[in-house]
């Protein structure tokens, strides 16, 4: 069973910085495509970036382009999203998710993806 575990999350200023990691686990992830999600209080679950397991091509939602970077390390099954220039707005819980193949081509919908770790809270201070 796969399974995903986030980790990282913490209290920063803004203007900070914070990496989450996700480790992945369960299975062989060759085909995947690996996505981190936010979702804050009231409000829907929103795409953050995504990235394929083989090839490590990367999609980034429009409020953290420029900021937010996500990789993998395929050797240790993680997936880190480094987050730069925080904004009190990036405050919420953060979800790792894993899309199995044959992958969606809706990869910044939540729907799209079959397996989701349980969250990791970051807050951004002003």
């Known amino acids: 069973q796969v399974r995903l575990v986030e980790s990282g999350g913490g209290l920063v200023q803004a203007g900070g910085s914070l990496r989450l990691s996700c480790a992945a686990s369960?299975?062989?992830?060759?085909?995947?495509?690996m996505g981190w999600f936010r979702q804050a209080p009231g409000k829907e679950r929103e795409f953050v970036a995504a990235i394929r397991w083989t090839g490590g091509n990367t999609n980034y939602g429009e409020s953290v382009k420029g900021r937010f970077t996500i990789s993998r390390d395929n050797a240790k099954n993680m997936v880190y999203l480094q987050m730069n220039s925080l904004k009190p707005e990036d405050t919420a819980v953060y979800f790792c998710?894993?899309?199995?193949?044959?992958?969606?081509?809706?990869?910044?919908?939540?729907?799209?993806?079959?397996?989701w770790g349980q969250g990791t809270q970051v807050t951004v201070s002003s």
């Open positions: 369960g299975r062989t992830f060759s085909g995947y495509v």
């Open positions: 998710a894993a899309d199995r193949p044959p992958v969606s081509a809706n990869y910044y919908l939540p729907p799209a993806y079959d397996y």
